[in-house]
Each structure stands twice: as C-alpha cells, then as structure tokens.
C-alpha cells in the first residue's frame, strides 16, 4: 500500500500529522485500529495525519493515552494551536521534549518547567494586567506551560539541572501562599533523582556568569542546541563554537553556585521566613 508522503511546511499542522503517524505505526495500529480509541472514524484520522483537518484537543489527548506517548501530542498541539507563545518557542518545545539533558540558568523568575500553575497563572495575569496580554492569552500560555512540564514524567526522564538566581526565590509572584507553595514545589523537586537545582546567591556579586537567562538542550545524538529569548521572539543557536562557550560558562556557574545540599536549604530558608511573614 502506498503511502503518503506529508510536506512538513504545507500546513502548520502537518508536524503534528507527522508523529502521530510515527507513534501510531510504532505501536503497529492501522488507521482502523487506533481511529475508535480516539473516538474519531478512520478517515477523519486520515485527514489529520496528513494535515488535511485540524485535530481537536480531545483527539491529542486520547492519542497520548492509546500511544502511550506521555503527553507528546498534546504538547504539539499546543504548540501549534497557541499563538500566543513567543515565536520561535514552539520549535524549541519541541527540542526540549525529547531532550536527554535540559541545562537552565534563570534570573527573576521561576523557570517555567518548574512552576507551579498558581504561580504561572499569577505571572500572566500580571503581563495581562499591564496590557501585555489578553485574560484569554493568559490562559492560554498557563495551559501551555503546565502541558510543558509533561517533559519530566517522561519514561525515562531527561536529566534537568537548574541554576536559580536568588532573585527568582525572593521576588513574590502571587502573594505568599503562592510563593510558599512554589518553593516547596522546588523542595519536593529537588528530591527526584533526576533533578539536580541549584541557587546563585547574589553575594556571587560580579562573579556570576550570566547576565540573562540560558537553557541548554543535549538531544539524543548529543548534539548540544542552546536557547534565548528578546521581547520579540525566542531563538535557538545551533552553532558548536558560541554553544561550547555557553556550556563553559554554566559548568562554571555550576561549581561557582550553592552546592545541591546548601541550595535545598537555602530555598527551605527562604520558604520558612515567608510562611511567618504577617498577611
């Protein structure tokens, strides 16, 4: 049976189209077979893996589920559904989906892979408040950002390390029941075996080596990417020597930082003198 190739460009759904194709026939499922599990008729899947329709959010999220694909497609669809993500994030989303190693360094705020939804939610309804954004695109980059942080239930998981500055713990997003929470959200994280999080106190001075925000992506063929962002749009280096230089400078943040242990306690620090701040 001849099968039909899908053009990547002809559609901004064809991506989608694309791995679910993949993920179907990895499972070995003919259209047929996986179109009722979807709650959808076989052509309609059809269109769908060739970008013909646009899939609906139920469909992404019951693939995840019949392909066993911890939450990929629905992630792709809010990739290419939102438009109100930062152009050129979606591309790195999807990077950072199948990464082996996700490196951070964040200044200000909690990196968005480790928010909690209030917290999320009370930094957008900021941006909104300040005429940077709808109430609905608010909501929108909330659901994207929580769907996001599928990455870290992935089977196995990729190896997550974060640089937190210190201004990321102490200014308040949301209050203090929601920072409170947030920091215990960080506690409870850095327990995991595959999550390694660390401060950078700002007694560093002069010292740190960043002075903006850094992700570093290593992909399955360790291939390394890095990631940046202006207020216009994100964008992805790919070139070897800028991103060895960059990897240079976080090994060095890395050891210049509180160590893992000191870091824990310096964030249950923190955590504990908002919890006896008075309301």
């Not at 992630?75 to 989906?97: T, V």
């Not at 002069?206 to 570093?216: A, D, G, K, Q």
């Not at 070897?240 to 400078?249: D, K, M």
């Amino acid at each position: 049976m001849n099968k039909k190739k899908i053009d990547p460009e002809s559609s901004p759904w064809a991506p989608f189209g694309i791995q679910l194709r993949k993920f179907r026939e990895a499972k070995g499922l003919r259209q047929e077979e996986l179109a009722p599990r979807l709650e959808c008729s076989a052509s309609h899947l059809s269109y769908v893996e060739l970008a013909h329709r646009p899939p609906k959010r139920r469909l992404a999220e019951l693939a995840d589920i019949a392909l066993d694909t911890d939450g990929t497609m629905l992630l792709m669809w809010f990739q290419l559904k939102n438009a109100a993500i930062l152009e050129g994030f979606p591309e790195f989303a999807r990077y950072e989906a199948i990464a082996d190693q996700i490196r951070i360094f964040e200044v200000d705020v909690i990196t968005g892979l480790l928010q909690t939804r209030a917290y999320a939610t009370a930094l957008q309804i900021g941006y909104a408040r300040q005429g940077f954004a709808t109430q609905k695109v608010a909501e929108e980059r909330v659901a994207f950002r929580i769907a996001r942080q599928q990455v870290l239930e992935r089977t196995p998981p990729p190896f997550v390390h974060v640089v937190l500055d210190e201004s990321c713990l102490r200014r308040i997003i949301g209050g203090r029941d929601v920072m409170v929470e947030q920091l215990l959200h960080l506690e409870q994280l850095a327990t995991r075996p595959h999550v390694v999080i660390q401060v950078a106190p700002f007694t560093l001075g002069e010292n740190r080596v960043f002075s903006h925000p850094v992700t570093l992506l290593t992909m399955p063929n360790h291939k390394v990417l890095a990631y940046g962002e202006t207020e216009q749009r994100g964008y992805i280096d790919r070139d070897s020597r800028s991103v060895a230089e960059l990897t240079r400078g976080y090994d060095r943040l890395a050891v210049e930082a509180l160590g893992q242990a000191e870091s824990l306690a310096f964030i249950r620090a923190v955590r504990r003198d908002l919890e006896w701040m008075s309301t």
